[in-house]
C-alpha cells in the first residue's frame, strides 16, 4: 500500500503549463527523481510507467495498476492539485492527495501531502512526497 500512495502523488504530477490555464497532460513519463519524507523512493516507483490523460495518471509497476483521477485549480501559484485513487490495491481506493504541481518544458515536479491541511508549498520533499516526471518523446 506504501507503493500506491507514494505513486498516487506521483501520477497527477504531469501538468504542461499553457496559456488561459488549459493543460494537456496527456502523454508517457518517466521518473526523473522523487523524495518521501526527505528519503529517495524506491526502485519500484522509479521503475513504473507512468501516462496520463486530461483527467487522469495511471501508474503501472508490475501487477500493480493504479489509476488516479486529479484535477487542477486556475488561478494559483504554484499550481494546487487534487488526487484521488480511483482504482488500485484493495483499500487504496478513495484515498486523496493535495498538492502543488511546476512545469517547465517537459519536466513536471509535483509534490503532495495526504492530509489535506500540509498541502506542500514547495518542492524540496523535506515532508510529504515529491516527484519530478519527464515526458517521453
Known amino acids: ?45 522509479k521503475k513504473a510507467k507512468y501516462s496520463a490523460t486530461t483527467d487522469t495518471f495511471t501508474i503501472e509497476a508490475g501487477d500493480v495498476k493504479m489509476v488516479i483521477s486529479y484535477t487542477l485549480k486556475p488561478g494559483t501559484s504554484p499550481r494546487e492539485i487534487d488526487m484521488v485513487m480511483s482504482a488500485g490495491p484493495d483499500g487504496t481506493k478513495g484515498i486523496a492527495a493535495y498538492g502543488i504541481v511546476e512545469v517547465k518544458d517537459d519536466t513536471l515536479k509535483l509534490a503532495y501531502s495526504l492530509n489535506k491541511d500540509k498541502r506542500p508549498s514547495d518542492f524540496e520533499g523535506k515532508t510529504g512526497y515529491v516527484i519530478e516526471l519527464k515526458k517521453i518523446k
Open 1 to 45: 500500500m506504501k507503493f500506491g500512495l507514494t505513486l498516487v502523488a506521483t501520477i497527477v504530477l504531469f501538468a504542461p503549463a499553457c496559456a488561459q490555464d488549459k493543460i494537456d497532460l496527456s502523454g508517457n513519463y518517466e521518473v526523473v527523481r522523487g523524495k518521501k519524507e526527505g528519503r529517495d523512493i524506491d526502485e519500484k516507483a
